[in-house]
Nanobody
Framework: QVQLVESGGGLVQPGGSLRLSCAAS????????MSWIRQAPGKERELVAA????????DYADSVKGRFTISRDNAKNTVYLQMNSLKPEDTAVYYC???????WGQGTQVTVSS
């Protein structure tokens, strides 16, 4: 069955960096676009970044443009989110999403605080 497993979250100070990973299995990873979505307490879900199946096109929320980079390694069935210049407002649970039925991972917590 489809599995998406995120990792790499944690506590970081403002201005710091984190790299999230999402390992996919159970489907032909290289055939599907993937995305990162975040959910902060009391806020609506936000599509943070998306990448096409071959990685040739990427899209970002305005709130993260210039700070976050989405990438993928189809040989490793993994999608990444490099997050730089982190701000307290980036604090959220980050989920990866993709596959034939738009499956979600379990999420990884990112907390930006001094």
């Amino acid at each position: 069955q489809v599995q998406l497993v995120e990792s790499g979250g944690g506590l970081v100070q403002p201005g710091g960096s984190l790299r999230l990973s999402c390992a996919a299995s159970g489907f032909t990873f290289s055939s599907y676009a993937m995305s990162w979505i975040r959910q902060a307490p009391g806020k609506e879900r936000e599509l943070v970044a998306a990448i096409t199946a071959a990685g040739g096109s990427r899209d970002y929320a305005d709130s993260v443009k210039g700070r976050f980079t989405i990438s993928r390694d189809n040989a490793k069935n993994t999608v990444y989110l490099q997050m730089n210049s982190l701000k307290p407002e980036d604090t959220a649970v980050y989920y990866c999403k993709g596959g034939p039925r738009g499956s979600w991972g379990q999420g990884t917590q990112v907390t930006v605080s001094s």
